[in-house]
């Protein structure tokens, strides 16, 4: 095998066990934003939290956070080929975001909807998420508990994907 063919498969492995974690509009305000709705833990709270339930599960976990639709929309199209799932909390852009639904629709890997409030408990407008057509999952209401449930729920799916194409394998 060429180096350059190991480095292939390296990345392709270590790409099978890393999560990406993307965050949406007003999440860096997280702690001090309406705690009595989004609890006072910090975005970064959150996201290590997240890390220590990914690392014991082994997988590493990667974030990000941006006020900008297109930010996300990028790192949705560069996660495709680096990351095995995505956990998504858009924030606002859950009701509006046709860009962030296509972006993920494109993603053939498990796609984790994440809120911490439960929308459906709240104003009309939030009943609708526009994402939730294109996630695997969706987590809500759950507060803090949310993030380390969602990578489990990630995990899971993933451990479970890899274990039907061994079987398949075993089976050629
Ligand atoms: C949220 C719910 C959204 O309606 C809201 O716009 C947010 C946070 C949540 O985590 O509960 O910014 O996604």
Redesign the pocket.
């Known amino acids: 095998m060429s180096d350059e063919d190991l480095s292939e498969v390296t990345s392709q492995q270590s790409a099978q066990r890393s999560l990406l974690v993307l965050s ?4 860096q305000l997280l702690g001090s ?1 309406q705690p009595e ?2 609890g006072s833990a910090t975005l970064e709270d959150h996201m290590s939290a997240a890390r220590d339930e990914a690392r014991g599960l082994g997988f590493s976990l990667e974030s990000l956070q941006s006020n900008h639709e297109g930010d996300l929309v990028d790192a949705i199209g560069q996660a495709r080929s680096v990351h095995a799932a995505i956990i998504i ?7 509006y975001s046709w860009a962030i639904h296509d972006a993920l629709a494109a993603c053939e890997f498990p796609i984790i909807e ?6 459906h408990r ?2 009309a407008w ?1 009943h609708l998420s526009v994402v939730s057509s294109v996630a695997t999952a969706v987590i ?2 759950l507060g803090a508990s ?1 993030y380390p449930m969602a990578v489990r729920a990630a995990a899971a799916l993933l451990d479970t994907q890899q274990l039907g194409l061994a079987e398949a394998s075993t089976q050629e």
């Open positions: 949406g509009a007003n999440l934003r709705i989004y909390n858009p924030g606002a852009f859950t009701h994440v809120h911490l409030s439960n929308p709240r104003e939030r809500m209401g949310g």
